[in-house]
Nanobody, 125 residues
């Protein structure tokens, strides 16, 4: 069974840091591009970062310098390291992969086919 498990969400103070994990089972995650998306209450889903199987990364302009995406292939996991968090970063975060291997890194949710469960990130004092 193909699964993506998201972990690492929680409550963090403004200016703090948090690391989200996207762990795959049933397939080799390093063969796929991986995207991170978030959705705040009342807002549309937003692509925040992605990484290709070759390690090419992209970030949406609103989070550049704040987020870092990277892989640990030995753990079959992609991470999203978040720093200098702000209340506006509060959202449900999910990771996703496309059905085709070795695809381009994109920040468009309709290019992804398999999704992990959402992890709540709340930034509040």
């Amino acid at each position: 069974q193909l699964q993506l498990a998201v972990s690492g969400g929680g409550l963090v103070q403004p200016g703090g840091s948090l690391r989200l994990s996207c762990a795959a089972s049933g397939f080799t995650l390093e063969d796929y591009a991986v995207g991170w998306f978030r959705q705040a209450p009342g807002k549309e889903r937003e692509g925040v970062s992605c990484i290709s199987s070759a390690g090419i990364t992209e970030y949406t302009d609103s989070v550049k310098g704040q987020l870092r995406i990277f892989r640990d292939n030995a753990k079959n996991t992609v991470y999203l390291q978040m720093s200098n968090l702000k209340p506006e970063d509060t959202a449900t975060y999910s990771c996703a992969v496309p059905r085709n291997r070795f695809g381009r890194c994109v920040l468009e949710s309709n290019r992804y086919d398999y999704w992990g469960q959402g992890a709540q990130v709340t930034v509040s004092a």
